[in-house]
C-alpha cells in the first residue's frame, strides 16, 4: 500500500531531489570541515555553509546574511534568544497558542524569576493585537509568539504585533517553525527582531538544520546558548563576541545546510505565495468534505484560508484521535498526526485539552486525489 502523507506540519516529505542531490555531493565532493582548516576542501565547505546564509537572507529579506545563526531547529533557536535574552525581573508576554518550543523556555524561565504573561486567544485561535498592548508593563523585555499555529493553522498578526512592541523597545520574538518557507516574510518590513525558523518543514532541507535572525545590536543583549571551537580567534579562551561566531559553537552540520540550501532554492524558484496557494487549495478541499459531514466532525481553527495554513485539526464523535489515525494508516495508508502535537497550550485554548485532535497538514506534493481518498477514509471510519 502506497503511503499518503498527511504530516507534512510536523517534518516535510517528501524532499525534492535536489536536496537529496545537494547532500550526496557534499559528501562526496566536499565534505571538508568548514572555517576549521586551511586546505581547499574545508575553504569549500565554508563557501557553501556562506552560501547557505545568503540563501536564507533573500528568502527573509535580511540585508546581511552573517545576522543569521545557524542551530539544529527552531527549538534551539527559540531556547537561544529565550535564555539568553530575559533575566530575572525581566517580563515576557506570550500567547495561548503557543508550542511547547516557546513555552517550556518560558516556563523554566519563570521558575528563575521572569515574570510570564500568556494572552488568551479565542476558541479558534485567533490573537487581538489589543490584548498584546494592554499586557505589556514597564519591565517588558520580550514578546514572543508564533507565526501560525502547529495546531490550527491560525495565522498571527506578526506585524499589528511587532509595531506594538517596537514602538516601546520591546523585542519581538517569532516562531516562523510552521511558515519559514510557506508564508512571505520580511524581517525589516515585520519589524522582527528575532526570527527562529527550522529546515525540515516547508524549507524542504532536513531534519537537523534550522537557524536564528538576530537584528543588528541586539546580540549584544543575547548571552550564547553554548560555547567552544568556532575556527576563528583560536589564540583566546573566551567566546567571540561577533556574529555568527558567538552563538555556533562546535562543527556545523555541513551536509544538512547544503540540503537546506537546495530546499531553500527551491522555495524560491517556487515562490512562497505559489506554494501557499496550493497548499492552500488542497486544505479547502478537505474543509468541505469534512463541512458536509452534518456535524459527525468537530473542525477546529478559522474557516477562512486567508487566515490560516494547510493544518486541519478535526475530531470525529465518539472516537478517540490515536484510534482515528491507526485506522487511517492500516486501512488506508494515510499517515497523519492524533494528539497534543506538543502544544497543550494551544488544546486548552481551542477546547480539545486532554484528548488533542486529529490532525492532517497538507503539503505542496500532495494531491487531490490524495486528499479525496483522506475525505473517503474519514467517512468509512464514522460508518464503522
Known amino acids: 500500500m502506497d503511503a499518503i502523507y498527511l504530516d507534512n506540519a510536523a517534518t516535510s516529505w517528501p524532499k525534492p ?67 539568553g535574552l530575559l533575566k530575572p525581573g525581566d517580563h515576557v508576554v506570550t500567547t495561548g497558542m503557543e508550542h511547547n518550543s516557546v513555552m517550556r523556555p518560558l516556563r523554566f524561565l519563570a521558575s528563575h524569576g521572569v515574570e510570564l504573561t500568556v494572552v488568551a486567544c479565542s476558541p479558534r485561535g485567533d490573537l487581538d493585537p489589543g490584548d498584546i498592548r494592554r499586557a505589556l508593563r514597564p519591565n517588558t523585555r520580550a514578546v514572543v509568539l508564533t507565526h501560525a499555529s502547529n495546531v490550527t493553522g491560525t495565522i498571527m498578526p506578526v506585524q499589528e504585533v511587532a509595531a506594538i512592541a517596537r514602538e516601546r523597545d520591546i523585542v519581538t520574538c517569532v516562531d516562523a517553525a510552521q511558515t519559514a518557507g510557506v508564508l512571505p516574510i520580511d524581517v525589516e518590513m515585520m519589524a522582527i527582531d528575532l526570527l527562529a525558523f527550522t529546515g525540515h518543514k516547508s524549507l524542504f532541507g532536513p531534519q537537523g538544520t534550522g537557524g536564528l535572525y538576530i537584528r543588528k545590536g541586539l546580540d549584544d543583549r543575547i548571552s550564547p546558548l553554548m560555547r567552544g571551537g568556532t575556527g576563528s580567534r583560536s589564540e583566546f579562551e573566551e567566546q567571540p563576541d561577533f556574529m555568527p561566531d558567538k552563538y555556533e559553537a562546535g562543527t556545523p552540520n555541513a551536509p544538512g545546510l547544503a540540503g537546506l540550501a537546495a530546499g531553500t532554492a527551491f522555495v524560491l524558484a517556487k515562490g512562497p505565495e505559489r506554494i501557499h496557494a496550493r497548499e492552500k487549495a488542497l486544505a479547502r478541499r478537505f474543509l468541505n468534505h469534512l463541512e458536509a459531514l452534518d456535524g459527525d466532525a468537530t473542525i477546529y481553527g478559522p474557516r477562512d484560508m486567508e487566515t490560516r495554513t494547510s493544518v486541519v485539526s478535526f475530531n470525529l464523535r465518539d472516537i478517540v484521535p490515536s484510534d482515528a489515525a491507526l485506522f487511517f494508516d492500516e486501512r488506508f495508508g494515510i499517515l497523519c498526526r492524533p494528539g497534543l502535537h506538543c502544544a497543550p497550550a494551544a488544546h486548552r485554548t481551542i477546547g480539545s485539552f486532554p484528548q488533542g485532535t486529529i490532525r492532517f497538514s497538507f503539503g505542496f506534493f500532495n494531491t487531490e486525489a490524495e486528499v479525496d481518498l483522506a475525505a473517503e477514509a474519514v467517512v468509512r471510519l464514522l460508518q464503522r
Open 17 to 83: 531531489d535536489a536536496v537529496i542531490e545537494a547532500m550526496i555531493r557534499h559528501q562526496r565532493m566536499v565534505g571538508g570541515s568548514p572555517g576549521r582548516s586551511g586546505h581547499r576542501l574545508s575553504i569549500e565547505a565554508g563557501r557553501a555553509v556562506y552560501g547557505v546564509r545568503e540563501t536564507i537572507a533573500r528568502l527573509f529579506h535580511i540585508a546581511d546574511p552573517l545576522r543569521i545563526v545557524f542551530t539544529k531547529n527552531s527549538t534551539e533557536a527559540l531556547n537561544i534568544a529565550l535564555l
